[in-house]
T-cell receptor
């Protein structure tokens, strides 16, 4: 069946560096995508979303890029901080949000 | 309205007992979703409601699981005759669905179920 997956299960960066988290999706009918941040013991926290009629969207310190040709999504975090350490999920949305495994981001001070 | 609220936050129960969780969505949201999450995995879809109608159920939702949203506001998820394999975090999310499409889904903090 269709699935959402992440390329890297763990990403380690130094504080102040930029982080890039990647996500591949396979359902070409998905028209909406969301990035979530999840800290240990908490529910997923909405970060940023993008619709399929866009290829880039920027938020505060975060940018999401969507490449529909290769079905790829990325989350860029500028000037990564220790508080950014968490698991990041991308969710694709055809009629419900469907999640992949997630990428653990570790920020070293 | 401060967001999606789930109760209880933690539940420990003995195998074979029934448990019920509650979710209060963001008040103006007409869609409500239930997910289950185990350690190291992403949330897995269980079921969703649009207003009071349950529109989709996953194969993960066995006969021991039942969800309701009687007035299109809060929802309950009941697990009967719990098994150790039911131990997980149960997450609720809500969103809006209009002719313009869906909006972002916001999650609650989850209910951590431990079956002993």
């Amino acid at each position: 069946g269709e699935s959402v997956g992440l390329h890297l299960p763990t990403l380690s960066v130094q504080e102040g560096d930029n982080s890039i988290i990647n996500c591949a999706y396979s359902n070409s009918a998905s028209d909406y995508f969301i990035w979530y941040k999840q800290e240990s013991g908490k529910g997923p926290q909405f970060i940023i979303d993008i619709r399929s009629n866009m290829d880039k969207r920027q938020g505060q310190r975060v940018t999401v890029l969507l490449n529909k040709t290769v079905k790829h999504l990325s989350l860029q975090i500028a000037a990564t901080q220790p508080g950014d350490s968490a698991v990041y999920f991308c969710a694709e949305w055809s009629y419900i949000p469907t999640f992949g495994r997630g990428t653990s981001l570790i920020v070293h001070p | 309205d401060t967001g999606v609220s789930q109760n209880p936050r933690h539940k420990i129960t003995k195998r074979g007992q029934n448990v019920t969780f509650r979710c209060d969505p963001i008040s103006e949201h007409n869609r409500l979703y239930w997910y289950r999450q185990t350690l190291g995995q992403g949330p897995e879809f269980l079921t969703y409601f649009q207003n009071e109608a349950q529109l989709e159920k996953s194969r993960l939702l066995s006969d021991r699981f039942s969800a309701e949203r009687p007035k299109g506001s809060f929802s309950t998820l009941e697990i009967q005759r719990t098994e150790q394999g039911d131990s997980a975090m149960y997450l609720c999310a809500s969103s809006s669905s209009t002719s313009g499409g869906v909006t972002e889904a916001f999650f609650g903090q989850g209910t951590r179920l431990t079956v002993v």
